[in-house]
């Protein structure tokens, strides 16, 4: 065992205290100097504890995490990589950057990590324009059907760099392989770009792989909705099929805001071309204090309880969409096969806008999205989104979730229905809802994602 991959416990007693001892000044001197962010920071937490997250683009961060990204490894400026770099002082940060990269390739079976994008939409614009010649095809989902903006939608700058062509999902919101097939022989994109938003569906990476060589296009895999399942074993794996795969680490993986970039395993490109996309070719600086949080969070998605938790988020996500097809509210695709179920509206008069509003005042946290072929503008929607990821780090069952499940489906078909917003909130379904959520948040998260971080 090497001092990098030492467990957790094992630093020396000195050097704890040193860094709680900074910490702890730090935060006296916040309270001191600046009161009013302190109690904003308050109110937030008070927020958090008092509803319930189900926005499907949000896992819950380790606090773990959240700490390693305050300690002093932010403060220091470096570009390049390990062993290259154009700044002095970078000795331990070479350090904790080849740790968060070995963690990334342990986990998820990767030969080549780069941990520095500093989101996940910079890792997907890293390859489009550093791998992209101008005028070059990219073949992707199209947004309202589950497509992501940074997949060259329209509204995207990369759009105006390259030719975007766009496949969709058919009448029962899957994609169609043998349909996209031809299409790809049509359009013969430079790259084929599978995953998105809002596809709740296990997507089919051989396929896309078997599509892209026919025409020799690059394949780029886009995990950051279902990383954390595709970590745990929950969902097959990008990594034998695609040429590279790009994810956030705070959607499913419990970490800081930012990304990762992965080689796949028989990619026709080499790690340096997508190191160079990264840097120089995309920024510059990377946050090495949120490259430490990102090791955090690695090393806890390599646990056998992680693992655990993502086999409860497809649970409970089938849960809630099962409650929806039962009070009549339809799901695209009619269910899920991830942490995701997206509500179909587009039958009634409400928008996603104003339902997810409802749930909001109920203590509820989903967000309106656009479903295939949606009649109504993206500011107003004709779906909600539904993610699980939190719930499966709480401290609940599948008994207290099939509650939540029936009582927010119902309070959806009760809105959907023409119930005005106000009577629902005050009305039965509206109290069963807030009281499901007032018991649910009452029990806190699960202490092995409370003591999160450590190393498997």
């Known amino acids: ?13 000195a050097d704890l205290a040193a860094v709680r001892a900074w910490c702890a000044d730090a935060l006296v001197s916040l309270d001191r100097r600046d009161a009013p962010l302190v109690r904003l920071a308050h109110a937030e937490l008070r927020r958090q504890r008092g509803t319930l997250n189900l926005v499907a683009a949000a896992s819950p961060t380790l606090p773990a995490a959240l700490v390693a990204h305050a300690l ?11 062993g290259g770099r154009y700044h002095p002082g970078t000795e331990v940060v070479d350090q904790v950057e080849q740790l968060a990269r070995g963690r990334a390739e342990r986990l998820f079976g990767a030969p080549h990590a780069n941990v520095q994008p500093l989101s996940g939409s910079a890792a997907n614009l890293a390859v489009l324009y550093g791998l992209l010649d101008p005028g070059d095809t990219v073949l992707a989902l199209e947004l309202d059907h589950g497509g992501h ?25 899957l994609i169609d392989h043998a349909a996209l097939a031809v299409l790809v022989k049509q359009v013969r994109p430079r790259l084929l770009i599978c995953g998105g938003s809002a596809y709740p569906r296990q997507l089919d990476f051989a396929a896309f792989r078997a599509a892209a060589d026919e025409v020799d296009a690059l394949l780029m895999a886009d995990v950051s909705h279902v990383s954390g399942l595709v970590a745990a074993g929950a969902h097959p794996s990008p990594v034998p099929h695609c040429d590279v795969i790009t994810t956030s680490t705070y959607k499913q993986l419990c970490g800081p805001r930012g990304g990762l970039l992965l080689r796949g395993a028989s990619s026709r490109l080499d790690a340096r071309a997508l190191d160079r996309a990264v840097f120089p070719g995309f920024q510059g600086t990377p ?37 929806l097809a039962d009070h009549g509210v339809p799901v695209v695709s009619g269910g899920t096969d991830s942490h995701l179920v997206l509500a179909d509206l587009r039958a ?11 749930l909001r005042r109920l203590g509820v946290l989903v967000n309106m999205n656009l479903v295939p072929r949606d009649p109504r503008p993206a500011a107003e929607t004709s779906g909600i989104r539904i993610g699980t990821n939190d719930l499966g780090f709480r401290r609940v069952g599948d008994a207290e979730v099939a509650e939540l499940a029936r009582a927010t489906a119902a309070v959806v078909a009760e809105v959907a229905g023409g119930g005005r917003p106000d009577a629902v909130v005050r009305g039965s379904r509206g109290r069963d809802l807030a009281g499901c959520v007032a018991g649910i948040t009452a029990r806190g998260y699960r202490e092995d994602w409370r003591q999160g971080g450590a190393v498997a």
Not at 1 to 13: F, H, I
Not at 149 to 171: C, F, M, N, P, Q
Not at 348 to 358: C, E, I, L, N, S
């Open 287 to 323: 946050d090495f204090g949120g490259i430490a949080a990102k090791a955090v969070a690695l090393g806890f998605a390599a646990r056998p309880e992680f693992a655990a938790a993502m086999r409860r988020v497809v649970r409970y996500a089938r849960t809630f969409a099962g409650a």
């Open 149 to 173: 903006l940074t997949h060259v939608s329209r509204g995207a700058s990369i759009a105006k760099r390259v030719t975007a062509s766009y496949y969709e999902v058919d009448e029962r919101g």
């Open 1 to 13: 065992m090497t001092g990098l991959d030492a467990p957790a416990g094992l630093a020396d007693g």
């Open 348 to 358: 009634v008069a409400v928008t996603g806008r104003q339902v997810a509003d409802v």
């Open 72 to 82: 002093l490894f932010s403060s220091v400026t470096a570009e390049g990589y390990a």
